[in-house]
């Protein structure tokens, strides 16, 4: 996943290739896999 977006308000939008998903949330991907884990990487 990787940051293709910021809205006005500051919200990240993730870019992922593995199912096609273009600007979807970050609140929207947790959501929608609470039990996950998130990291952030920067290079």
Do not use: W
């Amino acid at each position: 996943m990787i940051v293709t977006y910021r809205s006005s308000q500051g919200v990240p939008y993730l870019t992922y290739h593995s199912t096609n998903t273009f600007r979807r949330s970050v609140a929207s991907i947790v959501a929608s896999y609470p039990n996950s884990a998130y990291y952030a990487y920067r290079t």
